[in-house]
Nanobody, 122 residues
Framework: QVQLVESGGGLVQAGASLRISCAASGRYAMGWFRQAPGKEREFVAAINWSGGGTYYADSVKGRFTISRDNAKNTVYLQMNSLKPEDTAVYYC???????????????????WGQGTQVTVSS
C-alpha cells in the first residue's frame, strides 16, 4: 500500500503563503483534506494522476493551487492569502483508479498521510 508523507506545515500570519507537500509513489489521484478542531474533515483540493484535472472547495478556490510533479512523486498545495479559518490539520490522500468529481469524497481514497498542522494567526 502506498505510503504518504506530508511536510511543510507551520505557523503563519493571515495573508501569508505556505506550501505543503506530500510524497507518494504510484499512479494515484491525490487529494488534500483538512480538519479543524471540533469540525469534520473537509475536502480542500484534488488532482488527477495526469495532472490534467484539478478540483477545489469553494472556500479555497482562487487562493489555493494543487499541483504535482510525478517525476518527484510529490504533490503540492500552494496556499496563498491564508485566513485564520484555514487553520487545520491538512491530510493528503491517494486514490487508485479514481478521477473527476468523485475525488471530492473522502471515502474513495485508499491511503492517508499522517497530517501536517497549518496554523494561521490573525
Amino acid at each position: 500500500q502506498v505510503q504518504l508523507v506530508e511536510s511543510g506545515g507551520g505557523l503563519v500570519q493571515a495573508g501569508a503563503s505556505l506550501r505543503i507537500s506530500c510524497a507518494a509513489s504510484g499512479r494515484y489521484a491525490m487529494g488534500w483534506f483538512r480538519q479543524a478542531p471540533g469540525k469534520e474533515r473537509e475536502f480542500v483540493a484534488a488532482i488527477n494522476w495526469s495532472g490534467g484535472g484539478t478540483y477545489y472547495a469553494d472556500s479555497v478556490k482562487g487562493r489555493f493551487t494543487i499541483s504535482r510533479d510525478n517525476a518527484k512523486n510529490t504533490v503540492y498545495l500552494q496556499m496563498n492569502s491564508l485566513k485564520p479559518e484555514d487553520t487545520a490539520v491538512y491530510y493528503c490522500a491517494a486514490a487508485l483508479n479514481r478521477r473527476g468529481v468523485e475525488l471530492r469524497v473522502g471515502n474513495v481514497y485508499d491511503a492517508w498521510g499522517q497530517g501536517t498542522q497549518v496554523t494561521v494567526s490573525s
